[in-house]
């Protein structure tokens, strides 16, 4: 089970901590792979894996007028650490005491001091400290005065360019969700509570389930998708629309989701919608004929294409 603890203590004794630094936006196959190497290192060692990542992002203290946005929510983030075996993750509070601490005071006080770590992964472009001064060298040094052993972690490539969230961010808000799921290892996902909505699909005759968008989250472009839907009970394959409605007059941005060949009442249930390619972009129609006909050309080709992506493993 996996043991989340906020701010550090000297009074915790951890067995032989193997840790690893970061933020882990995102769970990616970059990701996967640096913790699957912890807990390895961690298991073989009879010790303990240790995720250090920071609350808020070190980014809201830093650069506060930066929008950043997630591809994980922070209980997602959690399960996905635990389920890749990481026994501990440490939040420390980022504070600008903390984003001023030179590289060796990091390495003393938190690193040696208060989590005692026996051997830290980290990638080979690592920074830390003041002014992100410190680099892998520095850190190695560190760790032969205070008695860790630094272990460079070399970074995942996929398609021409190394696997990283600020890559895959670009890729969702540029709508290319089958390059997005080939870097995630998964296809990316927004979930919510399904709200009442103004009931137009269903006039149109494709009913649909809405949900208000998560703030902070990464959002593909406005558009309509070839998606999978699930409440925790199902899966369904599905068609999904962000966007305000133009046809209708534009209104709330919502995420709206029309379960293919089913009918059920989502209301007040909690569903997860995956993002599996996209369709078309959105914009307004003439009337609402119009864009009932062209729903069912999107529901074709929606068909078509989850059909074709679950032949392939990610």
Same mark, same amino acid.
């Not at 989590?115 to 760790?143: P, Q, S, T």
């Not at 004929?289 to 069912?296: F, T």
């Given at each position: 089970?996996?043991?989340?603890?906020?701010?550090?203590?000297? &009074?915790? !004794? @951890?067995?032989?901590?193997? %840790?690893?630094?970061?933020? =882990? +936006?995102? *769970?990616?196959?970059?990701?996967? /792979?640096?913790?699957?190497?912890?807990?390895? &290192?961690? !298991? @073989?060692?009879?010790?303990? %894996?240790?995720?250090?990542? =920071? +609350?808020? *992002?070190?980014?809201?203290?830093? /650069?506060?007028g930066v929008d950043l946005r997630f591809l994980t929510s922070p209980e997602e983030k959690l399960t996905r650490l635990e389920e890749a075996g990481v026994d501990e993750v440490v939040f420390l509070e980022f504070t600008p005491a903390l984003a001023g601490m030179t590289p060796e005071q990091?390495?003393?006080?938190?690193?040696?001091?208060?989590?005692?770590?026996?051997?830290?992964?980290?990638?080979?472009?690592?920074?830390?400290?003041?002014?992100?001064?410190?680099?892998?060298?520095?850190?190695?040094?560190?760790?032969?005065?205070?008695?860790?052993?630094?272990?460079?972690?070399?970074?995942?490539?996929?398609?021409?360019?190394?696997?990283?969230?600020?890559?895959?961010?670009?890729?969702?808000?540029?709508?290319?969700?089958?390059?997005?799921?080939?870097?995630?290892?998964?296809?990316?996902?927004?979930?919510?509570?399904?709200?009442?909505?103004?009931?137009?699909?269903?006039?149109?005759?494709?009913?649909?389930?809405?949900?208000?968008?998560?703030?902070?989250?990464?959002?593909?472009?406005?558009?309509?998708?070839?998606?999978?839907?699930?409440?925790?009970?199902?899966?369904?394959?599905?068609?999904?629309?962000?966007?305000?409605?133009?046809?209708?007059?534009?209104?709330?941005?919502?995420?709206?989701?029309?379960?293919?060949?089913?009918?059920?009442?989502?209301?007040?249930?909690?569903?997860?919608?995956?993002?599996?390619?996209?369709?078309?972009?959105?914009?307004?129609?003439?009337?609402?004929?119009?864009?009932?006909?062209?729903?069912?050309?999107?529901?074709?080709?929606?068909?078509?294409?989850?059909?074709?992506?679950?032949?392939?493993?990610?």
């Amino acid at each position: 089970m996996l043991t989340v603890t906020r701010g550090l203590s000297n &009074a915790r !004794r @951890r067995p032989h901590p193997i %840790a690893t630094i970061g933020n =882990f +936006d995102g *769970h990616h196959l970059g990701h996967r /792979a640096l913790l699957q190497t912890v807990v390895a &290192a961690a !298991r @073989r060692a009879g010790g303990t %894996a240790l995720v250090l990542t =920071f +609350d808020p *992002h070190p980014v809201k203290i830093l /650069a506060p007028g930066v929008d950043l946005r997630f591809l994980t929510s922070p209980e997602e983030k959690l399960t996905r650490l635990e389920e890749a075996g990481v026994d501990e993750v440490v939040f420390l509070e980022f504070t600008p005491a903390l984003a001023g601490m030179t590289p060796e005071q990091f390495a003393d006080s938190v690193l040696h001091q208060q989590l005692g770590v026996a051997e830290i992964f980290v990638g080979e472009h690592f920074a830390f400290g003041k002014g992100r001064a410190g680099r892998i060298g520095d850190l190695d040094r560190f760790g032969r005065i205070y008695g860790f052993e630094v272990r460079p972690f070399a970074p995942v490539t996929l398609n021409g360019g190394v696997v990283s969230s600020t890559r895959i961010r670009q890729l969702i808000q540029a709508g290319e969700m089958d390059q997005a799921a080939a870097l995630l290892g998964r296809s990316y996902a927004l979930a919510g509570e399904v709200i009442s909505g103004r009931k137009q699909g269903q006039v149109l005759g494709w009913p649909t389930a809405n949900l208000r968008i998560p703030p902070q989250r990464v959002v593909p472009p406005d558009g309509v998708y070839a998606a999978r839907a699930s409440d925790g009970m199902k899966n369904y394959e599905a068609v999904a629309y962000i966007g305000t409605r133009p046809t209708f007059g534009a209104g709330e941005r919502l995420l709206e989701v029309n379960l293919l060949d089913e009918k059920r009442d989502l209301y007040g249930q909690r569903v997860t919608v995956e993002f599996v390619g996209r369709l078309r972009g959105d914009h307004a129609f003439d009337s609402p004929g119009e864009l009932a006909a062209q729903i069912a050309r999107d529901v074709g080709r929606a068909k078509e294409l989850l059909r074709g992506s679950s032949q392939r493993v990610p």
